[in-house]
């Protein structure tokens, strides 16, 4: 198994960035893929962007361009990279992991593995 923990949310302005990250520790001697998801109050949790333990990668629509997913095999940690924030991406923000080498789904059911999340307010 492994256990998730993630950081860096906050309060920020619109147009303002944040960079969350997500520590891994257990069996990730296994290979990985990993995904951010974000839930906002009375709505699904939606899949935000995924990496394969190769490191390709895949974000939905709505933050194409503004987001990146990256990770650093060494430090077991994933991070999210977001940029031009906007209101609209407030929300508790969660990493997950799946024990599959290639995997870039951005479908929460995937995932068996998940932190508690970090949230990320934006004001307009």
């Known amino acids: 198994q492994v256990q998730l923990m993630e950081s860096g949310g906050g309060s920020v302005q619109a147009g303002g960035s944040l960079r969350l990250s997500c520590a891994a520790s257990?069996?990730?001697?296994?290979?990985?893929?990993m995904g951010w998801f974000r839930q906002a109050p009375g709505k699904e949790r939606e899949g935000v962007a995924a990496?394969?333990?190769?490191?390709?990668?895949n974000y939905a629509d709505s933050v194409k361009g503004r987001f990146t997913i990256s990770k650093d095999n060494a430090k077991d940690t994933l991070y999210l990279q977001m940029n031009s924030l906007k209101p609209e991406d407030t929300a508790m923000y969660y990493c997950?992991?799946?024990?599959?080498?290639?995997?870039?789904?951005?479908?929460?059911?995937?995932?068996?593995?998940w932190g508690l999340g970090t949230q990320v307010t934006v004001s307009s």
């Open positions: 997950a992991a799946v024990r599959l080498r290639w995997s870039l789904s951005l479908e929460a059911r995937t995932y068996p593995y």
């Open positions: 257990g069996a990730t001697y296994s290979p990985y893929s």
């Open positions: 990496i394969d333990s190769d490191g390709p990668t």
